[in-house]
């Protein structure tokens, strides 16, 4: 069955240090690759996709994301946090073929924290 | 655009009254929406999947007797939380595949705040 790994519950960060949370998945084949932010209280705000072309790809927001096949991962990052990146963070897939309405499958996710 | 609206954001209900949320994509029709449930400090629980026209699809576990879904409009999909206890107090979020494109991506309500006295 399918399966993603948010391996961090909780990340604390400086205010303009770089941030890297990290995403493994297993899947029978890629799948669709997405990362939301859910603010306290709030719905989930997507933040950036990936399904084929450039492993690297750029979201909202100031975030990017790297798609490794080899590592089954897919990896967000953003250079410079600021304290409103403060959120819990999910990383989640989507089959590829549509099968079940692409039906997300999420991470447990994980808390960014930003320190001042 | 994609925005996905819920109402009401906040309700209090009685043990044994029954509540709806109301879910409805304002920009782009969706022939799917997704209800989830979300349990403080976790992730989103898939409870089902509702399609334009037809019965919705639920997830192992989840009474569809309990949660009675509606999707009669491609703009508006309703869950109704029947004969409500305390249990049932939770976070509900919906979401709407926008169709355009490949289609793959959904878009997420602001969520609504169940509490059952």
């Known amino acids: 069955a399918q399966s993603v790994t948010q391996p961090d519950i909780h990340i604390t960060v400086s205010e303009g240090a770089s941030l890297e949370l990290r995403c493994n998945y297993s899947?029978?084949?890629?799948?669709?690759l997405f990362w939301y932010v859910q603010s306290p209280g709030q719905g989930l705000q997507l933040l950036l996709k990936y399904f084929s072309g450039d492993t690297l790809v750029q979201g909202i927001k100031g975030f990017e994301a790297e798609f490794k096949r080899s590592q089954s991962s897919f990896n967000l990052r953003k250079p410079s946090v600021h304290w409103s990146d403060a959120a819990e963070y999910f990383c989640a897939v989507a089959p590829l073929s549509g099968g079940s309405n692409y039906k997300l499958t999420f991470g447990k996710g994980t808390l960014l924290t930003v320190n001042p | 655009g994609a925005v996905v609206s819920q109402h009401p954001s906040r309700v209090i209900c009685k043990s044994g009254t029954s509540v709806k949320i109301e879910c409805r994509s304002l920009?782009?029709?969706?022939?799917?929406m997704f209800w989830y449930r979300q349990f403080p400090k976790q992730s989103l629980m898939l409870m089902a999947t509702?399609?334009?026209?037809?019965?919705?699809?639920?997830e192992q576990g989840v009474e569809k007797d309990k949660f009675l879904i509606n999707h009669a409009s491609l703009t508006l999909s309703t869950l109704t939380v029947t004969s409500a206890h305390p249990e049932d107090s939770s976070f509900y979020i919906c979401?709407?595949?926008?169709?355009?494109?490949?289609?793959?991506?959904?878009?997420f309500g602001p969520g609504t705040r169940l509490l059952v006295l």
């Open positions: 979401s709407a595949r926008d169709p355009k494109g490949t289609g793959e991506t959904q878009y």
């Open positions: 509702s399609n334009e026209g037809s019965k919705a699809t639920y």
């Open positions: 899947y029978g084949a890629t799948p669709y």
């Open positions: 920009d782009f029709q969706a022939t799917t």
